[in-house]
């Protein structure tokens, strides 16, 4: 991957925030330091050695999680041994070490932290936004992130302002059809609240429902702390 680190710059007058950028290629990631923006999208499409690879891990690996602090140099043995020698391994092993490789170039990072799960049940079922400056999702099989759009959403029902109810009935959003949805396969950077102003601002998102003996397999990719 080809992706060179960048560095946030402030500009002369406060821009709103909270918009989303998405496209084809991977250069699109680097939108992720445009101050307005709280979410950027690769629509990636998966080749089908990938797909197959993921059927198979979580077949084999139903209750699959590895989680590791790792480097660009060491992801692909840690996952690999986590997950077996056979060929299905090394493909799935070699696409996370590229993304950690792309995620540690695009923040100039050294050790990131790494979570691979196959999941039957929604990690984080309510939406909520995450206390970090940015996390990379990506959904190798299943169904994948719901978020909303910063515009569409009343911050003020998060967390205990929801006061217990659903959130199809909290008042987050208007309406359902305000929800977006990640597919298989996209590559998301998700700002956090601890990216520098970009407080009050993070990516509102949750898990997606799983149907029974439906599973996903999902990894998450963050900074972690120096």
């Not at 099989?141 to 009343?154: S, Y």
């Amino acid at each position: 991957m080809s992706l060179t680190a960048h560095s946030s710059l402030k500009s002369e007058e406060p821009k709103e925030k909270g918009y989303f950028k998405e496209g084809n290629n991977l250069d699109t990631l680097g939108d992720i330091y445009q101050e307005d923006t709280n979410m950027v999208i690769w629509k990636r499409e998966l080749d089908k050695a990938i797909q197959k690879a993921a059927n198979v891990i979580i077949d084999t690996n139903p209750s699959l999680e590895i989680s590791r602090v790792v480097s660009p140099d060491d992801t692909y043995a840690e996952i690999r041994n986590a997950l077996g020698l056979s060929e299905n391994a090394s493909i799935i092993s070699k696409d996370v070490a590229n993304l950690v490789d792309m995620f540690c170039t695009l923040f100039d990072l050294k050790q990131v932290g790494l979570r691979l799960a196959v999941l039957d049940r929604a990690m984080c079922p309510r939406f909520h936004v995450d206390r970090v400056p940015c996390r990379l999702l990506t959904t190798y099989l299943g169904v994948a992130t719901e978020w909303l759009p910063h515009h569409n959403a009343d911050r003020s029902r998060l967390g205990i302002g929801n006061q217990g109810k659903p959130d199809e009935e909290s008042g987050i959003m208007n309406s359902d059809k305000d929800i977006k949805y990640l597919n298989q396969g996209d590559v998301a950077l998700l700002k956090g609240e601890a990216w520098e102003g970009n407080e009050g601002s993070g990516l509102i998102h949750r898990s997606p429902t799983l149907d029974s003996n439906s599973r996903r397999l999902l990894l998450t990719i963050d900074f972690i702390d120096s």
